[in-house]
């Protein structure tokens, strides 16, 4: 066989011993193992093995079952490790890749064939098998409950009765009665028809008390906590002597805050509709978002108020969304929403997990104790969860702002033309877990708020217009403009 035609991977029967000998000598393939070669020769083993798992998989292990831990994935661990179902007692040690069999039933009706003659358990068995086990090949009881809540929360219900129906039948075939009571209690707690006792994540243990939350969400918060925890304070204190600088600070938050979210008007009808009460016949549901907004965020006492524990915080977040959108009867003012809302590709929390998700976010803050870190996690709370049919963005800023009122801090506003930075910033958050954006937006915002002159809408408007925060964010982006310091 020429050298040209050597490939990744190599086995002893596809060329003859001296030939492979030869080969070997001559420096055109590698030895990885007894009876395994390749033909890619600067290349680390360990990528050509992990690129190759599967045919590899297929030739040493002729009709295995991919199961127990690697079940959960199909695939090798982070660890390196594959375990598989097969006659084969040793297991094979290669650079990058070990895979480690062991004896029990070949493929069931229920597993899934998959190319070269290998097969996948099914998620019923992989959940059998890995609660009967014990030891390094199978999952700890906390990975098996987050296998079980993530079936729950993907594909819902119906489909992890589905499951659990399916396990119940194979454990009755296989003499697996004790493993499938196992399940079948973690599966309980999951759809909170069982009790939580023998239960070890918080996750079901919250379902199980009626308190479930999404935990995907719930783990970014975490991670989020652990990025602000690390911040250095950089107080801006909102100093009583600056009061008058600040006066109508409250209304340019309504309206840029409003403004975000869509509802457009000039700064002058604005000012008619939340000074003079003018409400626009042609738009009075719009013109009423600015005005709640501006009532809560003007009453220096309600912005003083943070919530000291869960239950504080689902009610002040309820009696302020009724405040921001008494004008939209449809968006149920002070209650959850009913249905998932979605905004392009993230889809928010689910309405059954919204309060438990509300809470294990706010117990997860614990930590954090400087206003502007308190602020920048409460509005990405909100944001992220998104517990309202409408008027999320508004309350979102809200919560900021009150943390930063309360800790005697300046107010952040988000002008117009910083709309884009600041919506990109929360994607990279949700999607990517990167909070350094949203932090230095935040930061970059605060420090613009502090040196515009709020002492009268003309003074305002002067050093808004001159830093460009009233430019249309798309048309500035598109000409290069950016919001700059007074």
């Known amino acids: 066989m020429p050298a040209s035609r050597w490939g990744d991977i190599v086995f002893a029967g596809d060329a003859g011993r001296s030939t492979l000998s030869r080969a070997v000598k001559r420096g055109r393939l590698r030895r990885i193992t007894p009876g395994i070669y390749t033909g890619t020769i600067l290349e680390p083993l360990e990528r050509v093995v992990r690129r190759n798992w599967w045919q590899i998989l ?91 809540s993530d079936i729950l929360e993907t ?51 919250a379902r199980a008390t009626g308190q479930a939350y999404d935990r995907r969400r719930v783990e970014l918060f975490g991670a989020f906590v652990r990025e602000l925890s690390n911040l250095a304070p950089e107080p801006l204190p909102a100093l009583p002597s600056d009061a008058r600088r600040r006066a109508f600070l409250p209304f340019y938050e309504a309206y840029f805050s409003n403004y975000i979210e869509g509802t457009e008007f000039s700064p002058d009808e604005a000012a008619s509709i939340v000074f003079e009460h003018k409400i626009p016949a042609a738009r009075p549901e719009d013109a009423h978002d600015i005005l709640g907004t501006y009532r809560i965020v003007a009453d220096d006492n309600e912005m003083r108020r943070v919530a000291g524990g869960s239950d504080e915080l689902v009610e002040l977040l309820q009696a302020r969304h009724a405040v921001v959108m008494a004008g939209r009867p449809g968006a149920l003012p002070g209650r959850f929403k009913l249905l998932v809302n979605r905004a392009g590709s993230t889809t928010f929390v689910d309405p059954d997990l919204v309060e438990g998700t509300l809470r294990a976010g706010f ?45 005697g801090e300046i107010r952040i506003i988000i002008p117009t033309v910083f709309r884009l930075n600041y919506l990109s910033a929360l994607k990279g ?23 515009v002159d709020f002492t009268s809408r003309p003074a305002a408007e002067r050093d808004l217009s001159r830093t460009n925060a009233l430019r249309d964010p798309n048309e500035a982006d598109a000409y290069g403009v950016r919001l700059t310091l007074p």
């Open 58 to 148: 297929a030739h040493e292990f002729p009709g295995a079952v991919i199961g127990d831990r690697s079940a959960r994935t199909g695939s090798p661990g982070p660890d390196d490790r594959l375990t598989v179902i097969h006659s084969r007692r040793r297991p094979l040690v290669l650079p990058g890749l070990t895979i480690l069999p062991r004896r029990g039933p070949a493929s069931l009706p229920v597993d899934t064939a998959l190319p070269d003659g290998v097969w996948m358990s099914s998620t019923a068995r992989g959940l059998l098998d890995n609660a009967a086990g014990r030891g390094e090949r199978y999952l700890s009881a906390e990975e098996l409950e987050h296998w079980v």
């Open 155 to 205: 594909h819902g219900e119906e489909r992890l009765n589905q499951v659990r129906d399916e396990a119940r039948d194979l454990a009755m075939g296989m003499g697996r009665q004790g493993a499938f009571r196992r399940l079948n209690q973690v599966i309980a707690a999951a759809l909170a028809s069982g009790p939580h006792k023998g239960i070890v994540t918080p996750v079901l243990r």
């Open 363 to 407: 117990d997860a803050a614990a930590s954090l104790s400087d206003p502007f870190t308190r602020a920048a996690y409460s509005m990405f709370v909100v944001a992220e969860v998104h517990p309202f049919a409408d008027g999320n963005g508004q309350l979102a800023r809200i919560m900021m702002n009150s943390e930063l009122v309360h800790g």
């Open 429 to 451: 958050a949700t999607h990517n877990a990167t909070f350094q954006s949203l932090v230095s937006v935040l930061r970059f915002a605060q420090r613009y708020t502090a040196r």
